[in-house]
């Protein structure tokens, strides 16, 4: 019979979605079958299985650290916010429309089955399910209609794992606080608790664990220390510029502009890592500088977004820089390509309730949305000179606009998979380009074609660089670390699993 284990936090960002991945790194690794599982997540960095379906990175993160394919039954609802008080509502991989806080507030109980079904699926094919909760199962205002967290763990008849970030400060006040707003039944849960991102000495925290196991009877399970050298996907824009090294030696520096609705950065985490890259975020309106490139990344909210740079003065100097200094890149990805063009277009409301805004008009494009979300995995070959010609990549696109060709445009790939068609735009000068696809530095060969491409114009020699940044090994450093800080034999009994030989 498959076994469950789950996952909570005293708060958002505090690590469970790492621990998690790392969980199911080791049960993989001590050769069970394991998947995780989020019933519901709130984020804009979602991805694409390989059957078309959108859903959360960091369970895609967690299903290649678990060494299976991602499914969509492993995050069955994805929230993805479109502003402070709405979000795009994707059940079982597509969107079902928009709602405001409270309508989906009072939607949520329609959705308990079909999480449980997810669930029950996933039951029938892993021997082990690592389940991941939302922010923290305390909200005493949410709760009536939780379907992430304790309902969740009585749904899987789960033990919990608190897991709380004593970084943030208020370690101890924000456990008891947790545990007291937790019902009898809810509290008896809680198996345990792991202290994450820990700096300095442990004997410090003794006094404070041996409070909470007295007056809870709940023991610490492990310390993880506050790493800086392993690179796993964060799962918000809470960890934006995690890896961004301030003086760090480099020949390439990349800007990112940080939008307010910046979705899928995590297209830039391994180009960040490259040891000749220096890459930065820089919120709209703060000084861009001299970069060799700078690039739009993907938004959920494009139009907003784009009146956004209007309104700080950010497209000013984007396009001071573009057509004044001639020396910068720049490159849009999905949202940032359709920024790139003339007119934004949304007559049906499908994005927002403006109609229409003005792109930054670097490329003879238009861009009108359409009800119609693509979501697919794609194959493509490079098509334009200024590139390796030829050069195949991998990735997936996410959008719901449909973007046509002006004049001066020739195209930066041809897709082969799984249709025959042209995505993206090049400038004449080869100083403006875009793409829809996401993932696109994720592929090792174009990451440094890109690269070698920036220093070519910088008049730099282009060193042969092999070595592939991997992350199956940062999942396996990952598990070290976890095994060496938290006791797993302890685990393996809370979650009643016979530890293989």
């Known amino acids: ?251 390439i520096e990349i800007v990112v502009i940080q939008l307010p609705h910046i979705s899928n950065f995590t297209d830039f985490d391994l180009l960040a890592r490259e040891t000749d890259v220096y890459l930065r975020y820089a919120k709209p309106g703060e000084h861009l500088g001299n970069p060799d490139m700078i690039i739009l990344p993907g938004t959920k909210s494009t139009i907003a977004d784009m009146n956004y740079l209007h309104t700080t003065g950010c497209s000013r100097e984007i396009l001071s820089i573009i057509n004044n200094q001639r020396s910068t890149v720049l490159l849009g990805i999905c949202g940032g390509f359709q920024m790139l063009g003339t007119n934004i277009l949304d007559p049906d409301h499908i994005e927002s309730a403006i109609a229409a805004t003005n792109g930054l008009g670097l490329l003879d494009i238009t861009t009108t949305f359409s009800p119609e979300k693509l979501t697919v995995q794609i194959k493509a070959q490079v098509c334009h000179e200024l590139l390796e010609l030829g050069l195949f990549v991998t990735g997936y696109e996410i959008h719901m606009g449909n973007t046509t060709d002006g004049n001066g445009i020739t195209p930066l790939f041809n897709i082969i998979y799984p249709e025959n068609r042209y995505d993206g735009a090049v400038r004449e000068d080869g100083l403006v380009m875009g793409t829809y696809i996401h993932g696109l530095f994720d592929n090792h060969g174009f990451r440094r074609t890109f690269i070698n491409y920036l220093r070519k114009r910088k008049g730099l020699s282009c060193p042969t660089i092999t070595k592939e940044i991997s992350r199956e090994t940062e999942y396996d450093r990952l598990a070290k670390m976890i095994r060496e800080n938290v006791d797993m034999e302890r685990i393996y009994r809370i979650a009643d699993i016979r530890k293989s030989t």
């Open 1 to 251: 019979m498959s076994k469950s284990i789950m996952i909570q936090g005293t708060g958002s960002g505090v690590g469970k979605s790492i621990i998690v991945a790392a969980l199911c790194r080791i049960f993989k690794q001590d050769g069970y079958t394991v998947a995780p599982f989020k019933s519901q997540n709130m984020a804009l960095n979602s991805g694409v299985t390989m059957d078309g379906m959108e859903m959360g990175r960091a369970q895609i993160t967690q299903a290649e650290a678990a060494g299976i394919e991602p499914l969509v039954d492993m995050n069955p609802i994805l929230l993805k916010p479109t502003c402070d008080t709405g979000a795009q509502v994707i059940v079982c991989g597509k969107p079902i429309g928009n709602m405001q806080a409270v309508e989906y507030h009072n939607y949520k109980p329609q959705l308990i089955e079909i999480i449980k079904q997810c669930f029950l699926r996933l039951q029938d094919q892993y021997e082990i399910i690592v389940i991941e909760g939302a922010g923290s199962p305390a909200e005493i205002n949410l709760k009536d209609n939780d379907i992430v967290n304790m309902h969740m763990a009585r749904v899987a008849d789960a033990p919990v794992i608190l897991v709380v970030d004593i970084d943030k400060g208020g370690a101890f006040a924000w456990i008891v606080g947790t545990l007291e707003l937790l019902t009898e039944d809810e509290r008896t849960r809680i198996k345990g608790i792991i202290i994450n991102k820990f700096r300095g000495d442990k004997t410090l925290l003794e006094s404070g664990l041996k409070y909470i196991e007295e007056r809870y009877g709940v023991p610490t399970l492990g310390i993880i220390p506050y790493f800086h050298d392993i690179y796993i996907e964060e799962e918000d824009s809470l960890g934006l510029g995690k890896w961004a090294m301030e003086g760090k030696p480099h020949d």
